[in-house]
């Protein structure tokens, strides 16, 4: 992965280091978060350790966090037509329940097509729309971001509409003429 710089800082309570625009946390703290010893503050936004009970800053109650951890994705069907591939996306669908849906794939417009005509279980039925994408040079670094996407969703849906929200602000300054 490729870091970028962005002004946007780590979310924990009294970390000041930059972080990747589709990052929450910086490197240190995201290691953290995979562990599960993280917990958003519904008050501030703020993430601290889940061991404190409230926020530093608020005092709100901090709820403990799900001890999950999304394991990055393989296929073997994946090799012969990852060779020929000139790219990579993760993308964001929202859901007409409200949810996010996180995948990635080779063929972008193919997968889409798959979610809208009902194909993918988890999202048949619930009119996706695709709100979010990013390309890559390689599967490797797609299904490290796809990961580390489908945690923030289950932690921070709040920072998924961030992300919606600045891809929209960057098509809005495209210039078509």
Not at 78 to 98: C, H, M, P, Q
Not at 134 to 144: A, S
Request: glycine residues 6%.
């Amino acid at each position: 992965m490729t870091q970028r710089k962005t002004g946007k800082q780590c979310l924990v309570w009294d970390c000041e280091t930059p972080i990747l625009p589709w990052f929450t946390f910086c490197r240190d703290h995201n290691d953290a978060y995979k562990q599960g010893v993280l917990a958003e503050c519904p008050g501030c936004d703020r993430v601290i350790e889940a061991k404190y009970e409230t926020c530093p800053d608020c005092r709100s109650t901090v709820p403990l966090l799900p001890q999950e951890h999304f394991a990055r994705e393989y296929s073997p069907a994946w090799e012969e037509g990852d060779r020929e591939a000139t790219g990579f996306f993760v993308y964001i669908l929202k859901l007409s329940d409200g949810t996010f849906y996180v995948g990635q794939t080779r063929e972008l417009p193919e997968r889409l097509m798959e979610h809208k005509h009902g194909r993918t279980k988890s999202t048949a039925g619930k009119d996706p729309k695709l709100v979010w994408f990013e390309r890559f040079e390689t599967r490797d670094q797609v299904t490290e971001v796809e990961a580390i996407l489908k945690q923030i969703c289950k932690i921070s849906p709040r920072e998924i509409r961030r992300m919606i929200v600045d891809m929209r602000q960057l098509i809005d300054l495209l210039d078509y003429s």
